[in-house]
DNA sequence: AGACCGCCTGTTAGCGTTATCGCCTGAGGG
DNA sequence: CCCTCAGGCGATAACGCTAACAGGCGGTCT
């Protein structure tokens, strides 16, 4: 049951490999054959062999069967603050998809957003040995760094843009973006004010590109977007400007988090959401349905997300000619935060 | 720069020891003190090895390192879904405070909240030897687990409850939890409605305790607790039961998205908050800011919790009498969705 | 002057596993 | 009857690194 407490081997230290032979009576090599490739051993020993290793409770040593096969089973996760949500959530589906596959997941985060820093993160997980390293950092800087790696390391990225240079899962930014500036023009608004995420930041550069792309197409006046830092905080002092400004009737918020600092601002100038103002947010978090009011939003399959960049990883690493992109299609959720506009 | 590209060394693959020693005209015993033990090798001979290190872009093999030492400079966590502000928190803070001190963390995520799960998560983990393994699993049958873990393998826990068999880092969730509860009696409403987690959740518990011992020493009625699933969706639901109840006045959630929901049922029920009903939650998180109204919760400080554990795991695999407990105090955060009860 | 000590470096022997090759046995074919 | 061949298993040699000991050299103490 226990990794290193019963079943001692005869050392008293845990059993390895050669304490489980000598029990069944075969050579180690059988052992190794049992647990790495059962048909070729004879039913009747490989019984024998196995009941050695659950009276000893041997685990094989990770260690030494990396150092022999070159491989570990462990793959890394390199990723910026997996407190946001997005990260968060991909990171949690990687880690599952891995699980199942028979893989463990380490993790490197990035302090900085420097493009050194990734760098330094895969090569972190690099001395570790593992098999193959997700990248989760959806900035302009890691784009760079991506540039740089061990060519011999299978990388593969999540949201890192259109024209990344490793194989990548992500959102259709552009798509979602577009899904919710067309919602809000639909509505009768004449055009809508973006308040975007971070600048450098790959997704909310994709975010502005689809809403600037709705505007430009439908011939509206493009307002300058603002920007966030995603946080619910930063929403909030963005939207003080905006609630000055009479003429703003529509916001798309770049995600949730800024959404909902978005419509307190505007409570709080006493604009009434959707009555005065609509409000579309990004990601769909589980509040979004009981922010006041309940946020139309985009969703983002995060699961999709992560899954997708597992199994590209695995293609990788099984040298095949991996596919380089895979787009999960977002959707737009209507709740109360949009309505016509008013003529 | 790059682990295994640049660099190769003379035999076409990735430098190893015995090629750096070569390279550098000593032998490989006096590269492996260079790298280990610096002081104990000369200057001169030790720069000359340094460089031959950078020349051929030189990392050490963490298995082959591993195998020999025993040690791997790995660390475990295990833990139940990440997604949520609480473990993901715990686990950024842990993975930092890590790799500050050399350290990269490897994960196993629980998928289900069985005592067995819990062990097999410990094994994944286990059998790629982690140093130690710290478990973030605020919950009973985790607790349970605990007490069957291999004697060897340092291990400790995070939130796992006041008497845990292992070393824990925690919240004192009871104090915060009174901490809410008096602030509301102190408004003068005659009992507090408690929204808590769900049963067999060990903060959750705390949380009731709390809120439960100040009703009792002050000689107040104690509803029954409801109980959800910490999920915005599970407050709303039982929001809509308390706002239902007109002697309902004060209800402390036992998180902040419940209390989210909460706050929207008893909008929608025409109860204002806080003129009708006050409302606390438990975590403070970015957002709880911005809610309408801003909530009045318990700021938790799990970047503390997540030091804390890892030191304490530290101290540990040091073999140091580790302390078995260390509480950290969590701060009421007054805002604007509790105020004086109506006479 | 000889014994001794400390500093620096090298030699040897594993750590626990798998790759590779080779041996043995028994069945089947000429 | 001998030869071949395949299945099943074992002996040996790595994999890359460090622990433990050994030795050489210069200086210090008696």
Redesign the pocket.
């Known amino acids: 049951m226990a990794t290193r407490s019963e079943g001692r081997g005869p050392r008293g ?1 845990p059993a ?3 304490d489980v032979a000598a029990l069944a ?6 052992v ?2 049992v ?2 490739a059962p048909d ?3 039913a ?2 490989r019984e024998r062999v196995l009941a050695a290793v659950r009276e000893l409770d ?1 685990w ?2 990770s260690a ?2 990396r ?3 070159g491989r570990s089973g462990v793959l890394g996760v390199v990723s910026i603050d997996t407190t946001l949500y997005g990260p968060a959530t991909t990171l949690y589906c990687i880690e599952q998809a891995a699980r199942l596959s028979g893989y463990t997941v380490s993790i490197a985060s990035l302090s900085t957003l420097h493009r050194r820093s990734i760098q330094e993160a895969v090569h972190r997980l690099g001395a570790q040995s593992v098999d193959g390293v997700v990248i989760v950092a959806p900035h302009e800087s890691a784009a760079d760094g991506l540039l740089h790696l061990p060519p011999d390391l299978p990388v593969v990225a999540v949201d890192a843009g259109y024209d990344c240079p490793v194989p990548v899962a992500m959102v259709d930014q552009r798509a979602g973006a577009a899904r919710a500036t067309r919602h809000l023009l639909s509505l009768g608004h004449e055009t809508v004010w973006h308040v975007g995420g971070p600048v450098d930041w790959i997704d909310a550069s994709g975010r502005i590109e689809g809403w600037r792309g709705v505007l430009e197409a439908e011939g509206r006046p493009v307002p300058d977007p603002l920007r966030g830092d995603w946080s619910p905080r930063s929403g909030y002092q963005l939207g003080r400007r905006l609630a000055e400004d009479p003429s703003v009737t529509a916001v798309f918020a770049g995600n949730d988090q800024m959404a909902l600092g978005v419509l307190r601002a505007l409570r709080e100038a006493g604009r009434r959401v959707p009555e005065d103002v609509s409000v579309v947010g990004f990601d769909d978090m589980p509040e979004s349905a009981y922010y006041c009011p309940p946020l139309t939003t985009v969703r983002q399959d995060f699961r999709e997300v992560g899954r997708h960049a597992f199994h590209l990883l695995l293609d990788r690493m099984a040298g095949e000619p991996a596919e380089s992109r895979r787009l999960v299609e977002p959707d737009l959720v209507v709740r109360e935060s949009t309505g016509a506009a008013r003529r």
Chains 1, 2 share one sequence.
């Open positions: 230290r390895v490999l050669g009576g075969v050579s180690a090599m059988t190794s054959r647990l790495n070729r051993v004879r009747e020993t041997y094989p040593n030494a069967r150092l022999v096969t």
